[in-house]
Nanobody, 127 residues
Framework: QVQLVESGGGLVQAGGSLRLSCAAS????????MAWFRQAPGKEREWVAG????????LYTDDVKGRFTISRDNANNTVYLQMNSLKPEDTAVYYC????????????????????WGQGTQVTVSS
């Protein structure tokens, strides 16, 4: 497993922006697809965005398409989530995760496909 630490969360007004970072240690993440999930109070953890280990493919849940951008810097073992035009419904704890198997072709979205998780960072969007 790899150790993941998220940062960059906070309180922002609707329409504002935040950039989340996920710093990895313990092993390089360059060969692993990475993803961001979020969990709102009383709700299940949901997949938000994923990026292939080659950076050639990114996917987003419909709720954030056009507003969020996932990216990665393999040289610095870091993954990012740029969040623009934030809405109150984006309020949640955001988690970074690494897929269980290296070098896979297709991005995964299921919780069981990931074996490394960060502790999460709180994002609160006020109306």
């Amino acid at each position: 497993q790899v150790q993941l630490v998220e940062s960059g969360g906070g309180l922002v007004q609707a329409g504002g922006s935040l950039r989340l970072s996920c710093a990895a240690s313990g092993r390089p993440i360059s060969m692993y697809n990475m993803a961001w999930f979020r969990q709102a109070p009383g709700k299940e953890r949901e997949w938000v965005a994923g990026i292939k280990w080659t950076s050639s493919t990114t996917l987003y849940t419909d709720d954030v398409k056009g507003r969020f951008t996932i990216s990665r810097d393999n040289a610095n073992n870091t993954v990012y989530l740029q969040m623009n035009s934030l809405k109150p419904e984006d309020t949640a704890v955001y988690y970074c995760a690494a897929e269980r198997i290296a070098g896979t072709t297709w991005l995964k979205k299921g919780l069981s496909d990931f074996d490394s998780w960060g502790q999460g960072t709180q994002v609160t969007v006020s109306s």
